[in-house]
């Protein structure tokens, strides 16, 4: 993984950028192999004032890639309890090699070769034309929105042993919809102070666990770790690959926000290397302190454990922290999500993808048509299960990530010369290579999903077949606007 944390620029084989006339486009757009473009005439619209938006730097973008991924180790305690300790701590050790390394390579590859706030829908667009680029920002945005929705759920599962009120009925669906517009409104406010606010609900996330790995060195049994569930016969398997899996992906989420980025060519790289190492211990010394300080219950090791476990080694005190901390972790995942989403939406509508509306900032560069889109879509989906969430946003995940692994081998076979400011040091069969064993492991995902969400998935898949011709439709009967900024380069060729 040290080349997370270094450039490789290809300046040999580097091709000129497109020209789209007028001033010049904002650095770093790239032109892909041999692409030519129309050059367009200076536009008569008024500049968007982008230079007085301000750009995230490393710290805030290491603490946002941390909370889509993980937001610390609240929800990894089902790990334990479908496979005891040692597949537990194993997962989290070869999972990242497998699955979150690759991943997070990619993504520093392709967000720095189309530093735009489409991210890996450009990327596919790139790679496979623009039908299949929009079936990838339907997924990944139904994906994410979709991940969101368990955010307030979580908060409120948190809270209500302390204050029970909050467990059902109608304070319940009405806390839901306050925490929602609340967390909306700061999203709306800034992406600047999204990144403020995630530093300072991280580092609380991840202290009261700091405190409790000192505080359980007496007390550890190296032995406890080395517990197997049930000599295998009784491992969850589903349970376990899925917990593993939700905890670990959502690496390339960062990329709908590269043209929000202060010089992405080096800062989404470097965000990248640190945030893989700060998601990967914030998972490891949790179970091992968990599982080698006090005697091993699995049935106990289920979503809120890690309170209970802070109540035996430090006492009530650090159960409430970890309980505490919990809570402001959903708050910032629902952050880092949310902002994610919409930039998402507003990247497909500079591609002509999405009505230009999509497209529209608020006076504080924000995507507001896109935050109340992504918003909704949260409040509409509060009412799913937990575990329904989970399988059908990595199904639907899935699908995403094998049109990414297909456009980044295609781009480096189709476009092999295009400027690559990050570029992993692998050939077109090292990158093929690359993408077998997390192909294999989607495989094996959806192998252990139940037909009820494969069913659900698959409707949602359908509705984005349909939904772009749709569109075109819509665009080409003048019903609704669409554009293409031109700022931005031509992929096509």
Same mark, same amino acid.
């Given at each position: 993984?040290?080349?997370?944390?270094?450039?490789?620029?290809? @300046?040999a084989?580097?091709?000129?950028?497109?020209?789209?006339?007028?001033? $010049?486009? $904002?650095?770093?757009?790239?032109?892909?192999?041999?692409?030519?473009?129309?050059?367009?005439?200076p536009?008569?619209? #008024?500049? #968007?004032?982008?230079?007085?938006?301000?750009?995230?730097?490393?710290?805030?973008?290491?603490f946002l890639?941390?909370?889509?991924?993980?937001?610390?180790?609240?929800?990894?305690?089902?790990?334990?309890?479908?496979?005891? $300790?040692?597949?537990?701590?194993?997962?989290?050790?070869?999972?990242?090699?497998? %699955?979150?390394i690759?991943?997070?390579?990619?993504?520093?590859?392709?967000?720095?070769?189309?530093?735009?706030?489409?991210?890996?829908?450009?990327w596919?667009?790139?790679a496979?034309?623009?039908?299949?680029?929009?079936q990838?920002?339907?997924?990944?945005?139904?994906?994410?929105?979709?991940?969101?929705?368990?955010y307030?759920?979580?908060?409120?599962?948190?809270l209500k042993?302390?204050?029970?009120?909050? +467990?059902?009925?109608?304070?319940?669906v009405?806390?839901?919809?306050?925490?929602?517009?609340?967390?909306?409104?700061?999203?709306?406010r800034?992406?600047?102070i999204?990144g403020?606010?995630?530093?300072?609900?991280?580092?609380?996330?991840?202290?009261? &666990?700091?405190?409790?790995s000192?505080?359980?060195?007496?007390?550890?049994? *190296?032995?406890r770790?080395?517990?197997?569930?049930?000599?295998?016969?009784?491992?969850?398997?589903?349970l376990?690959?899925?917990?593993?899996?939700?905890n670990l992906?959502?690496?390339?989420s960062?990329?709908?926000?590269?043209?929000?980025?202060e010089n992405? @060519?080096?800062?989404?790289?470097?965000a990248?290397?640190y945030?893989?190492?700060l998601?990967?211990?914030s998972?490891?010394?949790?179970?091992?302190?968990?599982?080698?300080?006090?005697?091993?219950?699995?049935?106990?090791?289920?979503?809120?454990? &890690?309170?209970?476990i802070?109540?035996?080694?430090?006492?009530? %005190?650090?159960? %409430? %922290?970890?309980?505490?901390a919990a809570?402001?972790?959903?708050? +910032?995942?629902f952050?880092?999500?949310?902002?994610?989403?919409?930039?998402?939406?507003l990247?497909?509508?500079?591609?002509?993808?999405?009505p230009?509306?999509?497209a529209?900032?608020?006076?504080?560069?924000?995507?507001?048509?896109?935050?109340?889109?992504?918003?909704?879509?949260?409040?509409?989906?509060?009412w799913?299960?937990?575990?329904?969430?989970?399988?059908?946003e990595?199904?639907?995940?899935c699908?995403?990530?094998?049109?990414?692994?297909?456009? &980044?081998? #295609?781009?480096?076979?189709?476009? *092999?010369?295009? @400027?690559?400011?990050f570029?992993i040091?692998v050939?077109?069969?090292?990158?093929?290579?690359m993408?077998?064993?997390?192909?294999i492991?989607?495989?094996?995902?959806?192998?252990?999903?139940?037909?009820?969400?494969?069913?659900?998935?698959?409707a949602?898949?359908?509705?984005?077949?349909?939904l772009?011709?749709?569109?075109?439709q819509?665009?080409?009967?003048g019903?609704?606007?669409?554009?293409?900024?031109?700022?931005l380069?031509?992929?096509?060729?």
């Amino acid at each position: 993984m040290t080349e997370l944390s270094s450039l490789t620029i290809d @300046s040999a084989t580097q091709k000129p950028r497109i020209s789209t006339g007028g001033n $010049p486009p $904002p650095p770093p757009h790239i032109s892909i192999g041999v692409t030519t473009a129309i050059e367009a005439p200076p536009s008569t619209e #008024r500049p #968007r004032p982008v230079n007085k938006i301000k750009k995230i730097t490393v710290l805030p973008l290491v603490f946002l890639i941390f909370y889509e991924v993980s937001g610390g180790p609240f929800g990894i305690e089902d790990s334990v309890n479908a496979a005891g $300790p040692l597949l537990a701590i194993v997962g989290f050790i070869v999972f990242p090699f497998i %699955w979150s390394i690759p991943e997070a390579l990619i993504t520093a590859e392709m967000g720095t070769m189309f530093p735009e706030n489409g991210g890996y829908v450009v990327w596919v667009s790139s790679a496979l034309g623009p039908y299949w680029g929009f079936q990838q920002g339907w997924v990944k945005w139904l994906s994410g929105v979709i991940d969101n929705a368990l955010y307030p759920i979580l908060f409120l599962d948190y809270l209500k042993s302390g204050v029970p009120v909050l +467990g059902s009925g109608i304070p319940r669906v009405a806390a839901i919809l306050v925490l929602t517009v609340a967390l909306t409104y700061v999203n709306y406010r800034g992406l600047s102070i999204v990144g403020v606010a995630a530093v300072g609900l991280g580092v609380s996330s991840i202290l009261p &666990f700091v405190v409790m790995s000192f505080m359980s060195l007496p007390k550890l049994k *190296p032995s406890r770790w080395l517990v197997v569930s049930k000599k295998m016969k009784g491992v969850k398997w589903s349970l376990y690959l899925n917990t593993l899996f939700w905890n670990l992906n959502y690496w390339d989420s960062i990329s709908t926000l590269s043209g929000e980025v202060e010089n992405p @060519s080096k800062t989404l790289p470097r965000a990248l290397f640190y945030a893989l190492l700060l998601v990967v211990l914030s998972y490891i010394f949790p179970v091992l302190t968990g599982t080698g300080a006090i005697p091993l219950d699995q049935n106990l090791w289920t979503d809120g454990y &890690f309170a209970d476990i802070g109540k035996v080694i430090g006492g009530a %005190w650090l159960g %409430w %922290w970890i309980q505490a901390a919990a809570a402001t972790s959903n708050m +910032g995942m629902f952050l880092a999500e949310m902002s994610s989403d919409s930039f998402q939406l507003l990247g497909m509508a500079e591609r002509g993808m999405l009505p230009q509306v999509f497209a529209k900032r608020s006076s504080y560069g924000t995507p507001w048509v896109g935050i109340l889109f992504s918003a909704s879509g949260v409040i509409l989906l509060s009412w799913l299960s937990f575990q329904e969430i989970v399988a059908a946003e990595n199904l639907l995940y899935c699908f995403g990530m094998i049109l990414e692994f297909i456009a &980044f081998v #295609r781009l480096r076979m189709k476009y *092999p010369a295009a @400027s690559r400011p990050f570029k992993i040091p692998v050939g077109v069969l090292g990158s093929i290579l690359m993408c077998i064993p997390p192909t294999i492991l989607i495989g094996v995902i959806m192998a252990f999903t139940n037909l009820k969400v494969v069913a659900v998935s698959l409707a949602a898949i359908v509705i984005g077949l349909v939904l772009q011709p749709c569109l075109k439709q819509v665009e080409k009967k003048g019903w609704l606007k669409f554009s293409t900024s031109s700022h931005l380069p031509n992929l096509m060729e």
